[in-house]
């Protein structure tokens, strides 16, 4: 920030808070403008500051809507909103708090890319899933909002209605699949009611395999749910029918399902780095493994993401060794530029031994919010950052709170987390081993489940101090996510207060090496056309097997690819391979053709070839032995031996002619007239 680029104005809520202008001055490189009541008495101060046209900055989240409506009449106005109320200064450690002030300023004018966004479209098509009369009720509740059709899994006895403004059929849901505006199911047990149905609905024959679909579900059957994380599938709403609050709500959110609806985009997916699978043999499944919807499936040699169904909860970004899958909410890249900026801002300002405290906004604001209004509030070294997920924090976040002068990390999540948090600890207990490898301390990364604001202070005090880096990194992340990943890692080995070169890694861990069985090796390369990130390499002049450390994503492709069985994985970091230059596996001499002698394939491979081609096989023995140069030879030499000598290689020695009925008879009578049976 600028004084002579923007405005700055804080204010300390009618003295509620104390505010330290001089160090928010020093970490923003502007001078702010301070008032006690900026949305009341002191308003004209923003009215001032809207006047020239400038970005503003307005250290206030709680009144921005009164904020918002002045500078509708000024639609050039540049506003962004931040809070340093419940985060730092109503605090019993507000005094304090000014460096942090500071921080969360500069890191909320960081820019973030535009959001995509993906459309759903429902015409109010509904499918009431249910057993009895519940399920009937809550479909003339909504008839006249929806087009509805009720199926009744194995009903009891239903009185017939007197008027059927819906059907009401029988049927059991097989499998269901897809999402608002675009579901599939597969009924078996199908049948309809018969008119004359009198004291309680008869269901003609029924018959399995009948198809429907529907634009939203409602589910009161009480059965399983018919998907995976199924609070988290749009379109489908279900309800415990024992439970009469619940189907009320159930009932008013499906009567508002009409329309079209936009959610955003939340991975970004290139196929392309996908190593998921090549010639037909699996490598990664990281993401297919920890997907909670089952919004990932495979598709081919790549998997594929559907952002209708995908719920948002970046387990897969968090844990995709390649970058194919990217969180975009924001981008990791964007994500680290914010946190960067809330680093360096912080040292700037005057403050020291930073704990980032990750967070989402549903919970982590809202927990956050309580303890400043009811308890003692965060402590003033506690940097709260506020993410789309926890779950989509992927080790480079975490490693860069320590590469950027961080003493250590937390993660608040829900006591009962609503996703997967899998990925999220692999991702926290592997960045912890390396950072407590690297000497910033142990136990300095760690993830809080709580829903507790004062066990979250109480935590957060516990917090065992790390070691700072005595020169904090500056890197400025740019580009795809691994690029970012491997950037942070190489950074914070440079920081780091006692490093090492090697940190072993548990299996699953994005980086890692190869261990290869020389003699074993037959140099076929199978292994290098599997390799997804061309970390396994072949040299066109020599017979070599190399290998680059630091592009390995331990996808599992070259060992699983490997005919002879001789490569395994080791999950580690080595710096000192990831600085060297490509690190030769084996390299055999090469075997040069008899008819140009441009080398090709190893002199062992042919020679072992030939020993068993000219001992055992009769195609290449006796007048045969001529076939051998062929194998001697290079791909265009053996073309041109076949077509200028006019033999196939493959070929069977040529059979004695057979001799017919005619022959025979013309032989015998030669013979008779030849006295000597020439």
Avoid at 269 to 279: G, K, N, V
Wanted: charged share 20%; net charge negative.
């Amino acid at each position: 920030m600028s004084a002579a680029k923007s405005h700055l104005l804080i204010c300390s809520c009618e003295k509620t808070m104390p505010l330290d202008a001089q160090a928010i001055g020093r970490g923003c490189a502007v001078t702010p403008t301070q008032a006690n009541q900026l949305c009341g008495l002191e308003l004209e101060r923003f009215k001032t500051a809207l006047a020239d046209g400038a970005p503003i900055t307005v250290a206030c989240t709680q009144e921005a809507p009164v904020f918002r409506e002045v500078a509708e009449s000024f639609p050039q106005a540049q506003l962004t909103f931040v809070n340093i109320r419940e985060t730092g200064g109503w605090s019993n450690e507000a005094a304090s708090a000014g460096p942090k002030a500071a921080a969360l300023i500069a890191a909320a004018n960081e820019d973030m890319p535009p959001i995509s966004m993906v459309t759903l479209a429902s015409e109010g098509v509904a499918l009431i899933y249910g057993r009895d009369e519940i399920a009937i009720e809550a479909a003339q509740r909504l008839a006249d909002r929806l087009d509805i059709t009720v199926l009744l899994t194995r009903p009891g006895d239903v009185t017939p209605r007197r008027s059927n403004e819906f059907p009401v059929l029988k049927g059991t849901i097989r499998s269901a699949r897809g999402h608002l505006g675009a579901f599939e199911l597969a009924i078996d047990d199908y049948a309809l009611p018969l008119p004359s149905s009198r004291a309680k609905l008869v269901f003609g024959p029924s018959r399995d395999g009948a198809t429907s679909t529907c634009d939203l579900i409602l589910d009161l059957s009480g059965g399983a749910p018919l998907f995976p994380a199924h609070e988290l599938r749009p379109g489908y709403l279900r309800a415990d029918p024992r439970d009469r609050a619940a189907v009320e709500r159930a009932i008013a959110d499906a009567g508002n399902l009409v329309g079209t609806f936009d959610k955003p985009r939340f991975i970004d997916f290139d196929a392309s780095l996908c190593a998921h699978s090549r010639s037909g043999i699996t490598g990664c499944t990281r993401c297919l493994d920890l997907c909670p919807t089952s919004a990932i499936t495979p598709n081919g040699n790549a998997v594929v993401i559907d952002a209708n169904i995908c719920a948002g909860c970046g387990s897969c970004a968090s844990v995709c060794p390649t970058g194919a899958a990217s969180y975009s909410l924001p981008s990791a890249d964007a994500l680290m530029r914010r946190l960067r900026t809330l680093m360096q801002t912080y040292r700037k300002a005057g403050g020291s031994d930073a704990i980032v405290l990750f967070h989402d906004g549903e919970h982590g604001d809202a927990m956050i919010d309580a303890l400043a209004r009811f308890g003692p509030g965060l402590p003033a070294k506690v940097l709260p950052l506020r993410v789309n997920e926890v779950t989509q924090l992927g080790p480079e976040a975490i490693a860069a709170v320590f590469a950027y002068g961080g003493i250590g990390v937390a993660v608040l999540a829900r006591a009962k987390p609503r996703h997967d948090m899998t990925g999220l600890r692999r991702a926290v207990e592997m960045s912890a081993k390396v950072v407590a490898a690297l000497g910033f301390g142990e136990g300095v990364a760690r993830i809080i489940e709580t829903d507790d604001p004062d066990q979250l202070r109480v935590l957060l005090d516990a917090a065992p101090m790390g070691v700072a880096a005595a020169k904090p990194a500056g890197f400025v992340p740019r580009g795809a996510k691994r690029g970012v990943l491997e950037t942070t890692f190489r950074e914070l080995h440079l920081a780091a207060p006692a490093p090492v070169d090697v940190v072993p890694l548990a299996p699953g861990a994005p980086f890692g090496g190869v261990n290869l069985n020389v003699e074993g090796c037959t140099l076929c390369h199978a292994c290098v056309t599997a390799c997804p990130t061309a970390a396994l390499s072949d040299n066109p002049d020599r017979a070599m097997l190399r290998f680059t450390e630091s592009l390995c994503v331990q996808c599992g492709l070259c060992e699983s690819t490997c005919p002879e069985h001789v490569i395994t994985l080791e999950p580690r970091l080595d710096f000192q391979a990831w600085n060297a230059p490509l690190r030769v596996l084996k390299e055999e001499e090469p075997f040069h053709c008899i008819g140009c002698g441009k080398p090709f394939g190893t002199k062992s491979s042919i020679d072992r070839v030939l020993a068993k081609l000219g001992e055992k096989h009769w195609m290449f023995q006796g007048a045969n032995a001529k076939r051998l140069d062929v194998i001697k030879m290079c791909a265009d030499c053996r073309v041109e031996a076949v077509v200028n000598e006019s033999f196939d290689p493959h070929a069977a020695p040529q059979r004695p002619p057979v001799m017919t009925t005619e022959d025979y008879l013309r032989a015998r009578d030669a013979k008779k007239g030849d006295p000597f049976g020439s």
